[in-house]
């Protein structure tokens, strides 16, 4: 069954670091998400991704963020300079249409120091 | 603004009993919700959904039934097992919305032996 993958498992960083965290959604699939969660808490949005640029972000998505499709299979997401309130887990998931059902990736743990 | 919401942090069922997670919403405008299963360690996994001018949908041993009069919806599983143990969320979209799910805080279900 196709899944959506996500590497690293677990990425840790100092304060102020850049980060790429990087998903290859399912392959047939056309729209692209990043959630976080923090550890205890609720899966919060940060961003979808269709047609090579952005559908819809949240205010957690700001100027220090962003995503790329720098090819035809992966989904990246960039912190320019990590904070440690950016610890969390990350979650890419796909979809194969807006309103479809989305698969979600395994995640990655990130850790800033 | 909208959220959405869960009764209970917490439930504890007996193996084979059935088990009802419930769910609260306040924005009216969500075109369709989405329960998700979430184990220890992995991402959200779909398990069923529900467009807003349904009141009830049926898969394998779940049930997910909504009240838009009292903006409410509920997961029932049933003959719950052990492998059903995790944290369950419910999560809103909007057809308009390019995908973004609310999520609501989640309910750890605990199925004892």
């Known amino acids: 069954e196709p899944e959506v993958t996500q590497t690293p498992s677990h990425q840790v960083t100092q304060m102020g670091q850049e980060v790429i965290l990087r998903c290859v959604p399912i392959s047939n699939h056309l729209y692209f998400y990043w959630y976080r969660q923090i550890l205890g808490q609720k899966v919060e949005f940060l961003v979808s991704?269709?047609?090579?640029?952005?559908?819809?972000k949240s205010e957690i998505f700001d100027d220090q963020f962003s995503v790329e499709r720098p090819d035809g299979s992966n989904f990246t997401l960039k912190i320019r300079s990590t904070k440690l309130e950016d610890s969390a887990m990350y979650f890419c998931?796909?979809?194969?249409?807006?309103?479809?059902?989305?698969?979600f990736g395994p995640g990655t743990r990130l850790t800033v120091l | 603004g909208e959220s959405v919401g869960l009764h209970l942090p917490t439930l504890s069922v007996q193996e084979g009993d059935n088990s009802i997670i419930n769910c609260a919403y306040s924005n009216s405008a969500s075109d369709y919700f989405i329960w998700y299963k979430q184990e220890s360690g992995k991402g959200p996994q779909f398990i069923i959904d529900?467009?807003?001018?349904?009141d009830k949908r049926q898969g394998q041993r779940v049930t997910v039934l909504l009240n838009k009069t009292v903006k409410h919806l509920s997961l029932q599983i049933a003959a719950t097992q052990p492998g059903d143990s995790a944290v369950y969320f419910c999560a809103e979209n909007r057809d308009t919305n390019a995908g973004k799910s609310t999520f609501g805080d989640g309910t750890t279900l605990t199925v004892k032996p």
């Open positions: 998931a796909s979809s194969g249409d807006s309103t479809g059902t989305q698969y």
């Open positions: 991704f269709y047609n090579n640029e952005i559908s819809e």
């Open positions: 529900i467009r807003s001018n349904m």
